[in-house]
């Protein structure tokens, strides 16, 4: 702080200043004390408050009337509706804001079930499966067959084993992206395929039928030195056309798009090991509307 600083600009001659730290911050001020000819108008009076003092009294007090709502609103929900006192929104009605729905269960690395029968429990279904159906996992015979049977109708798994099978284990595929015969990737890299939904919406919903639209990225290549697919991403689209089956949701057929997508930052990509870190150390998450 300068000198002028510690007297205080504008002070006129004969002015007394006392400092003082503020019980603020400790933040140092300097207070001015007034010639004796200014401290009142002689009938014991002092002079009014300036309009900058009634400007911060009135913004302290919009402040915490803020505060003081903002926290009654919070404080009075209740644990099954994520802490909001109110009624969830109809679904599209805010297509961006998350209805604060209870998440459904899904623990040990196991897909989420027993959604709502409602549209909100249609689209978490929509979401969760879509992370499933996008994993790594479908690429080992044991996982895609467990994921299949837990994702899709009774019926429509059964129809769809043999075409899943034969689509996920074609030779010429899995050498196009880079994986053993097995599905398994060379040894050195880590296979990555992950699926993060942006949002979801209701395109038709009839009570026990409804498609769902999912908005989310992918990251899909192998990570690791020398991999001819480095992990790269995308955004897609997927509309899930799903029926309430046995006590909840199930997928009955989809259809996929590309986008939107959008303008890639200008960062500099992370090195393989960076990447196939990152996959192994960060975990997924249970999605609800």
Do not use: C
């Amino acid at each position: 702080m300068s000198q002028g600083d510690e007297r205080g600009y504008g002070d006129e001659p004969g002015d007394r200043t006392d400092d003082a730290y503020s019980t603020l911050g400790g933040t140092r001020q300097t207070r001015t004390r007034l010639p004796d000819g200014d401290e009142g108008d002689g009938y014991g009076r002092r002079p009014a408050r300036n309009s900058r003092s009634l400007v911060m009294i009135v913004g302290v007090v919009v402040l915490l009337i803020a505060a003081i709502a903002f926290a009654n609103q919070s404080g009075n929900g209740d644990e099954g509706s994520g802490g909001s006192g109110k009624e969830p929104p109809a679904a599209g009605a805010g297509p961006t804001a998350a209805t604060g729905t209870k998440p459904v269960q899904g623990n040990g690395g196991t897909i989420a079930s027993g959604f709502a029968h409602d549209e909100q429990g249609a689209q978490s279904a929509a979401a969760n499966y879509g992370v499933a159906l996008g994993s790594a996992e479908m690429f080992d015979e044991g996982s895609r067959r467990e994921i299949t049977a837990a994702v899709y109708a009774p019926d429509v798994a059964a129809a769809r084993q043999g075409d899943l099978d034969k689509a996920y284990s074609g030779k010429e595929f899995l050498t196009r992206i880079g994986l053993n015969a097995d599905g398994t990737p060379p040894a050195g890299l880590t296979f990555i395929s992950r699926v993060s939904p942006v949002g979801s919406k209701v395109e038709k919903f009839g009570g026990d039928t409804a498609s769902v639209a999912v908005w989310y990225s992918a990251l899909f290549g192998l990570a690791g030195e020398g991999s001819k697919n480095p992990v790269s991403e995308g955004w897609y689209t997927t509309t899930y056309e799903l029926s309430w089956v046995n006590g909840d949701w199930k997928v009955t057929d989809f259809t996929q798009r590309d986008g939107p997508a959008p303008v890639g930052r200008d960062q500099a990509a992370s090195s393989a090991e960076e990447m196939a870190d990152a996959v192994e150390q960060f975990g997924g998450f249970t999605y609800a509307r």
